[in-house]
């Protein structure tokens, strides 16, 4: 059994940590409220963004959008992979891995080639263990990222996509369902899909957008209003699904550092009650001796 010095020292130790773990949590906690804020004040903005794109997707226009044209044969598509650039998140990022790995091997089941965009450190770093073909990155964006920064990595797929190197590009991030809860999330950027789930998890474009009620005049032309309307739904749903996975990442670690803390106060308590046997043992003893030395004279 360790003495009371090693004791005294470990309890030390482990209050050190919790208040770490404590500040981290309060922290986290603030940021988590302006990062929710953030998030919740797009939605509406790329809800609508979403439903117009599927509209223009199912209407008949004299012209024909490249991203509204789903490819016959899928030889190769790219991924945007969101993720967080700091750890201590609890299994937030690994649940994206796990989602990410599951898909992969379907792909390479298919013989599908599969590019990839890292959005975040953690993200960057994982591709890079698994030997994945990384064509652009971004890292370090910050708790406010500005869609300038992350246009640019993912604009690279979306031109292997129009040059017709690339299929299909699908995000995988982390959809916010509440503090408590932050589901790997899955769906598909281009080719504009038929019916959409997004990273909030709600169905798009169902009763509304059934083909022959309703059509598009365009002013000047189609190719004008439909190359403004696509870049603006791209860069909707790639900030969108960013600021998702920050309210999610901030929410994730209040949650696992308020564990962290609990667990460290549960070891305190444990540790002072071997203190306090193992104290009043040596002092037991201590009397025993001078009892019996005592009776010995």
Not at 85 to 92: F, I, P, Y
Not at 120 to 149: C, Q, T, W
Not at 200 to 211: D, F, I, L, N, S
């Amino acid at each position: 059994m360790p003495g009371t010095k090693e004791i005294r020292v470990k309890i030390r130790s482990v209050q050190n940590t919790r208040k770490i773990t404590k500040a981290m949590e309060m922290v986290a906690a603030s940021k988590m409220r302006k990062a929710q804020d953030r998030m919740r004040a797009t939605r509406p903005y790329t809800g609508r963004a979403i439903t117009i794109a599927m509209h223009a997707a199912r209407a008949n226009a004299e012209y024909r959008h490249p991203l509204l044209t789903k490819r016959d044969t899928v030889r190769r598509v790219g991924v945007i992979l969101v993720t967080t650039d700091k750890g201590l998140c609890g299994a937030m990022n690994t649940n994206i891995f796990r989602l990410l790995i599951n898909h992969a091997k379907e792909w390479e089941a298919k013989g599908v080639e599969v590019d990839y965009c890292a959005i975040g450190n953690k993200g960057f770093a994982f591709l890079n263990r698994m030997k994945a073909n990384v064509v652009s990155h971004v890292v370090n964006y910050g708790d406010r990222p500005h869609i300038e920064k992350l246009i640019g990595p993912v604009g690279l797929l979306i031109k292997s996509y129009l040059d017709g190197k690339v299929d299909e590009i699908h995000v995988f991030t982390t959809r916010f369902v509440n503090t408590m809860k932050q589901d790997a999330s899955h769906f598909t950027l281009v080719p504009i899909p038929q019916e959409f789930m997004d990273v909030r998890g709600q169905r798009h474009a169902e009763e509304a957008v059934k083909e022959g009620t309703w059509d598009y005049i365009y002013e000047p032309d189609a190719k004008s209003v439909l190359d403004a309307l696509l870049v603006r739904y791209l860069e909707s749903l790639v900030f969108q699904s960013v600021a998702e996975s920050i309210g999610s990442e901030q929410s994730a670690r209040m949650v696992a550092m308020k564990a962290a803390s609990d667990n460290a106060q549960n070891i305190i308590k444990e540790l002072q009650l071997i203190y306090n046997k193992n104290r009043q043992a040596a002092i037991t003893k201590e009397i025993s001796e001078i009892v019996g030395g005592a009776a010995a004279v």
